[in-house]
């Protein structure tokens, strides 16, 4: 997503860009976010197929998402208003107002409208109206088959795109998740391979991914990027599968190149703190872009290159120096108390954390 917003905010013109045709690849950011909520549903299910389809309550499952994905949120919206009032707006349609902070505060953006403060923080509403729709989901599968459930959610999705002008629905600024429902679910159908006999498990799960996705890659070569662009509904729907499947491949440790790579140590690292990154990285590119690089290069590839010199290591360190004060505290920690107890054993001087002197009993 980095490289994505780093090319879009470079190059004007969105969908039919004025970018070299070489750099055309990263016009298709959008098909990140399809990934990750593949990756979230799919993610989200793993305990649940473990244990006959049950999240364990719904309470505290709510609560659970809640506390690991709002207090980095909030973080990276404050930061996000910030920057967006005193340095770059975040769209065309001005700097955030009271309606901003109140829509954002809520994570409400796919419900209603109100300029954003970063352009990123679309995907986070779907997110969260996705995760109260969960246990429901869960709810369908262990009842009803995972058949049932994909037919539930995807056949209305379907048919509202074949009702739509041109069979193909012009998105808006919101109201995205019910679109996108059948890709998370695609994710949490995907997760019963962690469960399943060997003999399902030891399927060539890659080469289906594959295979499933060639047809969908071809007519994107064929139709062209603009086309592409503009028939993401069908688009989305059609590469989920093929998404799906590749983690079923990966969750059966095949390809052993391709896990192997996942599981190294620098991209371990990066995935530690990759919400992070997502959260902040795009009001650092439009920075760079839109009141650093100008001062120094003509618009264009100048623009570009000096941005991926400069954006892409400074949202990296940036997002790592926001996880530890943000996002890890929260993954590590299950409660307010522990969150500030840690934090004060951490900021005592190493002799002091083992005696436990001036802590609390």
């Not at 009032?85 to 349609?93: C, F, K, N």
């Not at 679309?122 to 599968?141: A, K, Q």
């Not at 429902?181 to 060997?198: N, Q």
């Not at 100048?302 to 926001?322: D, H, I, K």
Request: hydrophobic share 55%.
């Amino acid at each position: 997503m980095v490289l994505f917003h780093c090319w879009l905010y470079t190059f004007p013109g969105y969908p039919d860009s004025s970018a070299p045709p070489w750099l055309e690849g990263l016009m298709f950011g959008r098909l990140a976010v399809v990934f990750f909520l593949v990756l979230s549903g799919f993610s989200l299910a793993i305990s649940p197929a473990r244990h006959g389809w049950r999240s364990g309550g719904v309470g505290r499952f709510l609560r659970r998402r809640a506390w690991r994905i709002l207090p980095p949120y909030w973080a990276a919206l404050t930061m996000s208003l910030i920057i967006s009032w005193s340095i770059v707006p975040a769209s065309h349609s001005g700097p955030p107002t009271d309606m901003t902070i109140l829509v954002y505060g809520l994570v409400a953006q796919d419900m209603f409208t109100a300029p954003t403060p970063n352009g990123a923080f679309w995907s986070i509403g779907v997110e969260v109206e996705l995760y109260l729709l969960f246990p429901l989901l869960l709810f369908v599968r262990r009842r009803m088959g995972a058949t049932v459930l994909v037919a539930c959610v995807t056949i209305p999705v379907i048919a509202r795109g074949l009702t739509a002008a041109n069979a193909s629905p012009v998105e808006g600024d919101n109201w995205l998740t019910p679109h996108l429902a059948p890709v998370f679910v695609a994710g949490l159908v995907g997760a019963a391979v962690v469960t399943a006999s060997d003999r399902v498990q030891r399927l060539p799960w890659g080469w289906f991914a594959v295979l499933a996705a060639l047809p969908v890659l071809a007519l994107g070569v064929a139709q062209g990027s603009v086309w592409t662009v503009k028939h993401y509904f069908w688009i989305d729907l059609a590469i989920a599968p093929a998404m799906s499947m590749l983690l079923a491949a990966v969750a059966t440790g095949r390809p052993a190149l391709l896990v192997r790579l996942l599981t190294a140590r620098p991209l371990q690292s990066l995935g530690s703190f990759s919400y992070s990154l997502y959260l902040i990285h795009l009001p650092i590119v439009m920075t760079v872009i839109r009141r650093v690089a100008p001062l120094f290069f003509s618009p264009g590839l100048p623009v570009f290159w000096f941005t991926l010199v400069v954006a892409l290591p400074t949202s990296v360190f940036g997002a790592w120096l926001f996880a530890k004060i943000f996002e890890l505290p929260f993954k590590r920690n299950r409660s307010w108390s522990r969150v500030f107890g840690r934090s004060l054993i951490e900021a005592l001087p190493r002799g002091r954390r083992r005696t436990g002197a001036g802590l609390p009993g």
